[in-house]
């Protein structure tokens, strides 16, 4: 039977609150993932550890984590496909602990909620449903398929510099919003990203597309943002 | 202690729907989850939603009438008919809504909503995003909420429900995961919606939080759970997985395929075929694989998607393909998908009425968690979307109307006090225990039982050595040990934790399978073949008992409306 040796990211608050690492020896069959692999190890060989997960589907974005030097969704990580070993497993970087490989994701969903992540429609709503073509639709299909697991956040040097910089992720959804036919916000949610926060903080560097573990591109919607926040500004029409 | 008005316990699509309708109704509600409410399983839901919207050019005479017969033959009949017929006449305004909050539909040419044909339906009434339509509500209904002012209580794990002396619900008893620490809320109202119970299974298609935990507090409450023999086996699990290829996927044309190369569906449901409903397309699988027709004589089938080209596949059904590429190995654009039928929805559960009342004032349930009934024996797929923001909204109102004519507020605090205190001795005894019973291997054993002895085809021996079995591992329960006690984020304790209330709902899954001695949707019996009208047209109650095997009643269905026939397809 083949052996995957993970290596782990440990952190216990409550011990003495250090960093290490620790490795573990997991047996598998066929096939194993790397989130599979740490629910064996809590289960048979270290109750002790801690990490997130949900649907196991790549769809919850829960078990993001940094998995041998690169971001990575602890469910869809087949340890066959991996080239290094040990495997090594550490929480999403620049990101404050909780424990082992759970990070502090308060920043993060603050910063999502902050960008008023939904519809505002002022007009009366039609008795159905409101009409979009299949082609304003498509302008979405990127945005929508985020799963805010955090890796683009995670990866973003400008966050690491500016703890204010709302991210990757929050604008992303700024754009889904700001794209959308149906959404009536104007004023209301580009004063959340035209500012010291927002979209200028965007360097372009491009680490979170390389992040992104759905291959959607949250800078090209930032840059789509800096162009109608600029235009709006110079020219006083949005959209 | 915390308080608030109403506590909803969950944050998927029913549990933010009820919070919403709440809180637009003026109750301070709060919605607590073990995980961000955009991570729920509702998010993994696939292929759409059902609503006789009329947009697709073959359904134009399509109404809420024939869904509800759709979904009332689909029941095997023993779904409620005044309940199938509220959620259906429901669908419409809560469609129209939820694209009104911003829903990222697919869309046909003139711009209303897409739809597409699904299993044991009379017409094509699947509205759909893509393959993630889950995904795509899950999150708007989060926006929602943000956009209303829920306050969320995330990653808080609930252990109780609190009832007070007059025999209300008064609050719940929560593990707070990031901080550590166990906390009391105070409240008027709980909603409970926690999901389906899917991981008492071994082969799930569902997340690894669906646990039937959230059913268990309420049966523990002293609320019985309902028809939970009935449980859903989707025909097209990912052979290694278990993970959800969508009914969407044959709605689009998709082949099953047996090892000689057929589509044996024609055999089993001529005029069907590929979309006879799950129950009938589950047995037909598992009938070829167990007579040696499976790929290579193996345990799996193949779903075909190769015939409808790339430019069909990359644009209806992207997510099915990703996950067969990541989670299988397989590209379906070059490759047929390996399938095998896999545990996918619980059927039964909290017994509510249409408004999310339960047996205990003060507490209602939404959702997988809970059983109107409208799916009855048999789910229609897309029906499980549509039941969790019908039935959310109506406890959300209800909840609302129950607050608002209570005489008297704040009641029960001395009761919550209580329970956080019995909860801490409960944690001191698991804890002072320095070895006992492995809860992992009571899991294992558990879910293994559950795959082995109340699958697809079910029969009166094979289930009693199951229900044996499970009384004894319900035994062992009462020693097993924690073997960390750390506060923050312990896994451990919450899986142990809930180990308790799986093994308790497997049990009313186990015990009113053995009880209902007739085939009915997806509870079919190899030694009672048929459908048994004149003594099983009623639904199974389980009351908890001290000693595990569960007190069975029964509860007449609501019918008037379509007499029952024989079901062809």
Redo the contacts between chains.
């Keep these: 039977m083949p052996e995957a040796t993970f290596r782990i990211h440990r952190y216990d608050p409550e011990r003495d609150g250090d960093r290490r690492w620790q490795e573990f020896t997991v047996p598998y069959e066929s096939s194993l993932t790397v989130l599979e692999g740490l629910f064996y190890i809590q289960e048979s060989l270290d109750g002790s550890l801690s990490f997130r997960y949900c649907c196991r589907a790549a769809v919850c974005g829960s078990c993001a984590m940094y998995i041998n030097g690169r971001y990575r969704l602890a469910c869809q990580t087949n340890v066959k496909n991996l080239e290094d070993a040990p495997i090594a497993v550490e929480p999403l970087p620049h990101m404050p602990l909780i424990k082992d490989l759970v990070c502090d994701m308060t920043d993060f969903f603050a910063k999502y909620e902050y960008v008023k992540p939904y519809i505002m429609h002022d007009s009366k709503y039609p008795e159905k449903e409101t009409l979009q073509s299949p082609e304003d639709r498509h302008k979405l299909d990127n945005p929508v398929d985020c799963i805010l697991c955090g890796s683009c956040y995670s990866s973003c040097p400008s966050v690491w510099g500016e703890d204010n910089y709302l991210g990757p992720a929050a604008l992303l959804w700024a754009y889904r919003f700001e794209a959308d036919t149906r959404d009536e916000a104007r004023k209301t949610r580009v004063s959340s990203f035209d500012n010291e926060r927002g979209v200028y903080r965007c360097h372009t560097i491009t680490n979170c597309v390389e992040a992104c573990p759905k291959e959607l591109n949250p800078t090209e919607a930032v840059q789509w943002l800096k162009g109608a926040a600029v235009r709006r500004r110079i020219f006083g029409r949005w959209k | 202690m915390i308080y608030h008005e109403l506590i909803v316990v969950g944050g998927g699509l029913a549990g933010l729907r009820a919070a919403i309708e709440a809180k637009r109704a003026g109750v301070d509600v709060a919605v607590l989850s073990q ?2 409410p ?4 509702s ?2 839901a696939q292929g759409g939603i059902n609503s006789a ?1 009329a947009n697709h050019p073959d359904s134009a005479d399509d109404t809420p009438e024939k869904h509800t017969f759709d979904t009332v033959k689909g029941s095997d009949y023993l779904a409620d008919q005044d309940a199938v017929k509220q959620m259906c006449e429901d669908a419409i305004p809560i ?2 809504q939820m ?4 829903c ?10 897409a739809q597409r044909p699904f299993g044991g339906a009379g017409y094509p009434r699947t509205c759909y ?1 893509a393959d ?1 339509t889950g ?2 509500l899950l ?1 708007t209904c989060t ?2 909420a ?2 209303a002012g829920v306050p969320f209580y ?1 990653e808080w794990f609930v252990t109780d429900i609190v009832s007070d002396a007059d025999g209300r619900a008064c609050g719940v008893i929560a593990y707070d995961m ?1 901080a ?1 620490g166990f906390e009391g809320f105070q409240a008027e109202a709980v909603v409970i919606a926690t999901g389906g119970a899917g991981r008492t299974y071994s082969n799930s298609t569902n ?3 669906s646990t039937g935990f959230g059913a268990s507090l309420a049966y523990r409450a002293g609320v019985p759970l309902k028809d939970m023999e009935f449980i859903q086996f989707h025909p097209t699990g990912l052979l ?2 278990n ?2 290829m969508t009914e969407g996927a044959r709605g689009e044309g998709g082949y099953l395929i047996n090892g000689e190369g057929e589509r044996f569906m024609a055999k089993y449901a001529p005029k069907a075929m590929e979309l006879a409903p799950r129950d009938i397309a589950s047995r037909s699988i598992w009938t070829e694989i167990l007579e040696g027709r499976g790929i290579g004589g193996k345990q799996f089938v193949h779903l075909d998607l190769r015939h409808l080209g790339r430019e069909k596949i990359m644009e209806r059904l992207p ?1 099915i393909r ?2 067969s590429i ?2 299988e190995g397989v590209d379906p654009i070059d490759e047929p998908i390996p399938i095998v039928p896999s545990q996918h929805y619980t059927m039964g559960g909290i017994d509510t009425d249409m408004d999310g009342r339960t047996e205990l004032p003060g507490l209602f349930a939404a959702g997988e968690c809970a059983c109107v009934s409208v799916h009855g024996a048999n789910r229609l797929g897309g029906n499980s979307l549509l039941e969790t923001l019908v039935f959310g909204r109506r406890s959300g109102a209800a909840a609302f109307e129950y607050v608002s004519g209570l005489a008297q507020r704040g009641r029960g605090a001395a009761e919550v006090e209580k329970a956080l205190q019995r909860m801490d001795e409960n944690l001191a005894a698991l804890t002072s225990r320095s070895d006992g019973e492995d809860p ?1 291997a009571i899991r294992a054993e558990m879910t293994e039982t559950m795959k082995e002895n109340f699958g697809i085809y079910r029969e009166e021996q094979i289930m009693q050595a199951g229900l044996d079995k499970l009384l004894a591992l319900n035994d062992r329960v009462h020693d097993i040990y ?3 006690t ?7 304790m919450i ?1 142990t934790y809930e180990l308790q209330g799986m093994v308790e709902v497997a049990l009313t899954t186990a015990a009113g399978a053995l009880n209902r001695t007739e085939s009915r949707g997806s509870h079919s019996r190899t030694d009672y073949l048929a459908r048994d009208d004149e003594n099983w047209l009623a639904h199974t109650l389980a009351y908890r008992e001290p000693y595990g095997r569960p007190r069975l009643d029964r509860k007449p269905v609501a019918l008037g409306l379509y007499e029952p026939q024989e079901r062809k397809y």
């Design positions: 995980v961000y955009a991570r729920s399983h998010g993994a919207l469609l129209y694209e009104h909050w911003g990222p539909f697919s869309r046909f040419d003139d711009g209303r909503i995003g993630k995904h795509y999150h926006n929602e943000i956009k995330t990031t550590g997340a690894i939080i290694t997985t993970i959800l997510g990703d996950l990541h989670f992992y924690l073997r960390h750390g506060r923050v984020f312990n896994l451990d899986r």
